[in-house]
């Protein structure tokens, strides 16, 4: 399995951006698909997670209500759409997958990994 991460940028504070991970190599008809984003000097932090078979999603505490995951089971497809963004939002945001349930928000629980794809966030 491959996931190849895109969608990073700069933004500033109050923004949006919109990061896509497209996954080659077989369907995640059984996975779990997540999140996580590391910023320089801290540990890897679990940010959204969805299952891809049922749809569930999971939020870290810093991001609810402003970051919203999503699935494209045609296109193989995970989205991440984070609105209101904040400077402490500044991270590498990598996306995981892991295979079957349930959803952990430990990151050594998955997987396979995507490159990484810089979000910088100014005030």
């Known amino acids: 399995v491959q996931l190849q991460a895109s969608g990073g940028g700069l933004v500033q504070a109050g923004g949006s951006l919109r990061l896509s991970c497209k996954g080659h190599g077989r369907t995640f008809s059984r996975h779990v698909m997540g999140w996580f984003r590391q910023a320089p000097g801290k540990e890897r932090e679990f940010v959204a997670a969805i299952s891809w078979r049922e749809g569930g999603t999971y939020y870290g505490d810093s991001v609810k209500g402003r970051f919203a995951i999503s699935r494209d089971t045609a296109e193989n497809t995970v989205y991440l759409h984070m609105n209101s963004l904040k400077p402490e939002d500044t991270a590498v945001y990598y996306c995981?997958?892991?295979?079957?349930?349930?959803?952990?928000?430990?990151?050594?629980?998955?997987?396979?990994w995507g490159q990484g794809t810089q979000v910088t966030v100014s005030s």
């Open positions: 995981a997958a892991r295979l079957g349930l349930p959803v952990y928000t430990d990151p050594g629980r998955y997987d396979y």
